[in-house]
Structure formats: structure tokens, C-alpha cells
């Protein structure tokens, strides 16, 4: 899997347009009204939105999978790892929400063709 971080955002192009001028080498790669990429020096950096975030701001990290998010599951029932909550249609394609054993939580992708 690859991880991307992401940062909550209320206000997309408002977030999109700070990010490219605090980070002038930003280069947007990716927009929808609920997630967008910005490529910075090989990295990518993913704003998330949200209705409201709280103080001092949210973040996360989101991985895309490398294999079918079943075959996922299937693999980490073999070791008794259930996820927090089920796959789901996403408007990427699908996702679901896996929670570590200090219970912090992450989401994994899977990316429609």
C-alpha cells in the first residue's frame, strides 16, 4: 500500500489556493469537490472535505490498496484484524476504515479503473 497524508479542509479551492502559494511547487494533480491531490517534489499531499473541522485543524493518512479491498479483508481475518467499519462505495470508487491497535484510525482506497 501507499500512504498519503490529508488535511480536512471546509473550503476546497480556498485550501487548494494556500497550499500553492504557501508551496509554490505544489502542482495540482487531482480536484473534486471532495478530495483533491497536490503533488509537491514526489510527494503527494490530499485535502479531505469535511463540513466542519475543529480547532487547530484535522489530518490524516489514507492508503490506496494494491489489491482488491475483499482480498484485504480476507487476509486480515486470517489474523483475527477486523476492520472498523465496512467497504463502502466511495465517488473514487470504494473504501473502508481499518483502526490500529492504539486505536488510531485510517482509511484504505481502492480507486475505480
Known sequence: MRPIPFVFTTHMQRSIDWYRTVIPQARLV???PYWSELEIEGSILALHAAEQV??????GITFVATEKLEDLVSRLDQRDIEPF??????????????????????????YAD
Open 30 to 32: 487531482s480536484t473534486s
Open 54 to 59: 475543529t480547532s487547530g485543524g484535522a489530518s
Open 85 to 110: 467499519s465496512g467497504i463502502k462505495d466511495e465517488p473514487f470508487g470504494r473504501s473502508l476504515v481499518l483502526e490500529d491497535p492504539e486505536g488510531f484510525r485510517f482509511q484504505v482506497n481502492e
